[in-house]
């Protein structure tokens, strides 16, 4: 079976190439995204999602979106490319892969204030693909370096999708899972649904079923009770950011599920690329978490679950504090408590 490949170009090379994550489970959908205004909704819509994906579609769609003017001034080009790369890193505030991946960007445009237009969207093309090639390098290291922890018969809690579909590679999370699975050890993996959008049951339980490996959802309420069974042997999640202390914004209920693995003594790791620690956040406190359209909770699939004027929390994000993180394994390397964050590892 062909891997999943939720963020790459276009075989044409105009365009970024998504798998629509707003139609699985039950349609697999791929769409090609040439303007910034069909990038910046399908970032902000979830069509694609994960915080390497959304960075790793930002730089592809970037270059694809300033196709049509590469023959205007040079000046004019140069505005344009910071302007649109403005636009992408504000359509979702929490997951630092977005604005780093347009700092990056935006930082090739600034070097190459003598280029033509053609030669600086050339320069953006490279560099675009550069960042999608490394982050599949960053999931292949992330799977490394967590394997040792994924031991045969292992029972995995998950939260929220940070598998293939939220990067460009295997995952973040589920890299060491798959690459367990790769080398013959009996895996299974228990997937909080996780509301409001489900992503746990409709994106992790269809790509670990695509991939041969024993999945069951959890309502997000139950995994406390198993832990307290003794049926989960560690959690690994993914990560949006990682503030310089450690703390950690996820997926919202990332928080009760740290809180439940520490009370019984189940590890809990999170699972980020390098890219995705953010040293200039001091700590969790200061992580904006995005608040999202109250719909999401009264809707499920445009039927209503709750009274149409009932008030509405949906923050996108909490913020897991450090000191119930059992270590943070990124692709430079496993990290522990004091979360110093240096690279070379130590």
């Known amino acids: 079976m062909q891997p999943i490949r939720a963020v790459q170009w276009s075989p044409t090379g105009d365009a970024v190439r998504i798998i629509d994550q707003r139609r699985l489970p ?14 910046c909704d399908a970032i902000a819509t979830l069509a694609v999602r994960g915080a390497p ?6 730089a592809i769609g970037l270059v694809a979106s300033l196709l ?12 344009r490319a910071r302007a649109h790369a403005s636009m992408l890193a504000g359509v979702r505030p929490t997951a630092v892969n977005l604005p780093w991946a ?3 960007m935006s930082a090739l445009v600034q070097s190459l204030h003598a ?29 490394a370096n967590g394997l040792a922890f994924v031991v045969d018969g292992a029972r995995v809690l998950t939260h929220c999708n940070a598998g293939a579909l ?7 999370a589920l890299a060491p899972v798959y690459l367990a ?9 228990f997937a909080n649904e996780t509301r409001p959008l489900l992503q746990g049951s409709r994106l992790t339980a269809w790509e670990l079923a695509r991939a041969g490996i024993a999945c069951t959802i959890l309502t997000d309420a139950m995994a406390a009770a198993l832990m307290r069974a003794g049926e989960i042997d560690i959690v690994l999640v993914g990560a949006d950011r990682v503030a310089a202390n450690g703390d950690t914004a996820n997926k919202i209920g990332t928080y009760a599920v740290a809180v439940a693995a520490r009370h019984h003594h189940v590890p809990f790791y999170v699972c980020a690329p390098w890219s995705t620690i953010d040293h200039a956040t001091s700590n969790g406190d200061a992580i904006v978490i995005e608040q999202r359209d109250p719909d999401e909770i009264r809707l499920v699939h445009g039927a209503a679950i709750a009274p149409r004027d009932a ?7 909490d913020v897991t504090p450090a000191a119930l993180i059992t270590g943070v394994i990124t692709d430079k390397g496993v990290y522990r408590a004091p979360y110093l964050f240096t690279y070379p590892h130590g």
């Open 115 to 143: 280029a033509s237009g053609p030669q600086l969207l050339d320069a953006l093309r490279r560099e675009a693909t550069a960042i999608l090639d490394e982050d599949r390098a960053m999931c292949n290291a992330i799977g």
């Open 53 to 58: 994906a959304i960075g790793v579609a930002a």
């Open 181 to 189: 699975h790769a080398a013959g050890r009996v895996v299974h993996v």
């Open 166 to 172: 939220a990067t460009a590679g295997i995952g973040t």
């Open 68 to 79: 049509p003017f590469v023959n205007e001034d040079p000046r004019l080009f140069r505005e």
């Open 102 to 104: 347009m700092a990056r």
């Open 26 to 39: 039950g349609e697999y959908i791929e769409r090609d995204l040439r303007t910034l205004d069909e990038l």
């Open 311 to 317: 008030v509405v929390r949906n923050p996108a994000f």
